[in-house]
Nanobody
Framework: QVQLVESGGGSVQAGGSLRLSCVAS????????MGWFRQAPGKEREFVAR????????KYADSVKGRFTISRDNAKNTVYLQMNSLKPEDTAVYFC??????????????WGQGTQVTVSS
């Protein structure tokens, strides 16, 4: 049974930083990409960032480029999202995702339960 377990959400003031973690278990993810989506109140879920497990190639949404960094620790089966220079518009529930196809297309095979990030002005 595949599980993606997020942690690291919380509340921060604008300009601050948070780091999200996602621990994956239940299958081999070497041919997968893992990443993050977010959903703000009243809005659709949107792609944030993804990283291919084997190659480490990353991709970001334009709204977070230069501020967010996605990385992975293969030994720990963990993906991270370092979020710097946070803005109030980054406020959302952040979901970890894993898929065999490119997550930036908007679809995922597996989802975590989500973690809340709140940025105050």
């Amino acid at each position: 049974q595949v599980q993606l377990v997020e942690s690291g959400g919380g509340s921060v003031q604008a300009g601050g930083s948070l780091r999200l973690s996602c621990v994956a278990s239940g299958r081999t993810f070497s041919s997968y990409n893992m990443g993050w989506f977010r959903q703000a109140p009243g809005k659709e879920r949107e792609f944030v960032a993804r990283i291919w497990w084997r190659s480490g190639i990353t991709k970001y949404a334009d709204s977070v480029k230069g501020r967010f960094t996605i990385s992975r620790d293969n030994a720990k089966n963990t993906v991270y999202l370092q979020m710097n220079s946070l803005k109030p518009e980054d406020t959302a529930v952040y979901f970890c995702a894993a898929a065999s196809t490119d997550l930036s297309a908007g679809l995922s095979d597996y989802w975590g339960q989500g973690t809340q990030v709140t940025v105050s002005s």
